[in-house]
């Protein structure tokens, strides 16, 4: 069963409209879909209206992915299966929604002192109706010239520990779980290898993460080397936390994943995606 429980549309910072991701998804022969646009549930929601009135096997399941903070780290938590109109979750998108206008506007004055001036509104033109994110920002850079790519943008001014990287408008991590778990959704931390952080570092983030009622951790995200998979196998075993998998899709590339992941490649561990396995 090829299952994807972590993928991204034009709502937040991927390439395709939440329709052409589900389409997608079908001609792949992904079985169960989960869209998880940072901190909205715009794509979802336009994808499931499209779900409603076409014809297809995918089974496509509610999600997002909120940012949060734990110990000086900006941590990506995914929310599976949420209710996305429970006053829980309206909270929380709301919050989040202020949260990504006060950084906007940080991260364009941080800009400004560099001498990019009208980052803001530039970034804001290339968001539209999406989520206002740092990939905004490095695309009004390539258009003003300022940078070669957006790769370069994040290299020099956006990326971890640069100019724009702004954190502290984001939620404590406690904060964000309760809020999906309130929902009626699964907390799972999204690429937990991708924080750097020391094992026992890990491990502390892990146990407090449990503690605010969370439940699952991602195994597989996008392309991994297997030993790392298998690391991730281990805690979840340690810590008796669910596995989820996804491939984290934005848009085709050369080095990304492509959408769906064999589930049948981590039989005898409690996936997240067993909870939906019963007929819709």
């Excluded at 530039?122 to 905004?136: M, T």
């Excluded at 850079?141 to 020099?156: I, K, P, S, T």
């Excluded at 892990?206 to 969370?214: Q, R, T």
């Amino acid at each position: 069963m090829l299952i994807d429980f972590h993928t991204h549309t034009s709502a937040s910072d991927g390439a395709l409209d939440p329709c052409e991701l589900l389409a997608r998804a079908r001609s792949a022969g992904v079985d169960v879909l989960a869209i998880t646009d940072h901190d909205t549930v715009a794509g979802y929601e336009a994808a499931a209206a499209y779900h409603t009135h076409s014809a297809g096997g995918t089974r496509l399941i509610p999600g997002v992915e909120l940012s949060c903070q734990w110990s000086g780290t900006t941590i990506h938590i995914l929310g599976i299966g949420i209710v996305c109109e429970h006053p829980a979750m309206r909270e929380a998108l709301l919050h989040m929604a202020q949260a990504r206008q006060q950084r906007g506007k940080a991260i364009a004055a941080r800009l400004a002192a560099r001498g990019f001036d009208g980052a803001l509104q530039g970034a804001l033109a290339q968001a539209g109706s999406s989520q206002l994110g740092r990939p905004h920002f490095a695309a009004w850079m390539v258009a003003q010239g300022h940078v070669r790519n957006e790769n370069e943008a994040f290299d020099r001014y956006l990326g971890q520990g640069k100019t724009g990287d702004v954190k502290a408008f984001w939620p404590q991590m406690a904060e964000v779980v309760g809020w999906i778990v309130a929902s009626g959704g699964a907390a799972v931390v999204a690429h937990p290898l991708k924080y750097r952080f020391t094992g026992m570092k890990l491990r502390r983030m892990i146990v407090d993460f449990e503690a605010a009622g969370g439940s699952g951790i991602e195994v597989l995200s996008g392309s991994q080397p297997r030993d790392q998979v298998d690391h991730l196998l281990r805690l979840a075993s340690e810590y008796g936390l669910e596995i989820s998998v996804g491939s984290d899709f934005h848009r085709d590339s050369t080095y990304g994943a492509g959408l769906g992941v064999e589930s049948a490649h981590f039989e005898g561990v409690r996936g997240v995606w067993e909870r939906w396995l019963v007929p819709a």
